[in-house]
T-cell receptor, first 108, second 116 residues
Framework: RKEVEQDPGPFNVPEGATVAFNCTYS??????FFWYRQDCRKEPKLLMS???SGNEDGRFTAQLNRASQYISLLIRDSKLSDSATYLC?????????FGAGTRLTVKP | DTAVSQTPKYLVTQMGNDKSIKCEQN?????MYWYKQDSKKFLKIMFS???????INETVPNRFSPKSPDKAHLNLHINSLELGDSAVYFC???????????????FGAGTRLSVL
């Protein structure tokens, strides 16, 4: 089992749609969780941290389920500019593990 | 000013050559990383340094040797380049190894290495 697993997609959605990504992790001792965004031929950039109680940033909502060892990202009212690859990131003791990413394409 | 800068941006070289990629961060961070992103887009950690000390050394061929002259710099030297080394190499930094926001990583723009 991979340490961090994501559905690679692609997810193709129309503008205005709501889309959700899940990510599972294998290390129950993982401490910190993040979603990053990577545009084509660019570097990854932090989208948002994921807190135990769940957190929201505008159209984006992140949730953490420690018991089931998964995190999720919900994007509401998708914009064309949301098209990117979304990377789930999990921190253990000293290392950061990236998922392979979920590709999202938002179409007009 | 770019927070994490790496050079060169593109590197095209022949098999068997030795090359270096440089990375510098001006964020005052203690921890720096090297990642490799292959053609399948999977981002895999190679090394991390905290205050110039090696913390993580994944299963990477010993042809790859990181060097951290100070905590603002982490360079990557690659000996005897092979075709399979072709990838995008990203440098990153974080405040330190602590939890939460201290782990947020800031990436350089990447170095696209092509080995012919």
């Amino acid at each position: 089992r991979k340490e961090v697993e994501q559905d690679p997609g692609p997810f193709n959605v129309p503008e205005g749609a709501t889309v959700a990504f899940n990510c599972t992790y294998s290390n129950s001792a993982s401490q910190s969780f993040f979603w990053y965004r990577q545009d084509c031929r660019k570097e990854p950039k932090l989208l948002m941290s994921v807190y135990s109680s769940g957190n929201e940033d505008g159209r984006f909502t992140a949730q953490l389920n420690r018991a089931s060892q998964y995190i999720s990202l919900l994007i509401r009212d998708s914009k064309l500019s949301d098209s990117a690859t979304y990377l789930c990131v999990v921190k253990g003791n000293n290392d950061m593990r990236f998922g392979a990413g979920t590709r999202l394409t938002v179409k007009p | 000013d770019t927070a994490v800068s790496q050079t060169p941006k593109y590197l095209v070289t022949q098999m068997g050559n030795d090359k270096s990629i440089k990375c510098e961060q001006n964020l005052g961070h203690d921890t720096m990383y090297w990642y490799k992103q292959d053609s399948k887009k999977f981002l895999k950690i190679m090394f991390s340094y905290n205050n110039k000390e090696l913390i993580i050394n994944e299963t990477v061929p010993n042809r790859f040797s990181p060097k951290s002259p100070d905590k603002a710099h982490l360079n990557l030297h690659i000996n005897s380049l092979e075709l399979g080394d072709s990838a995008v190499y990203f440098c990153a930094s974080s405040q330190d190894l602590g939890g939460g926001a201290k782990n947020i990583q800031y990436f350089g723009a990447g170095t696209r290495l092509s080995v012919l």
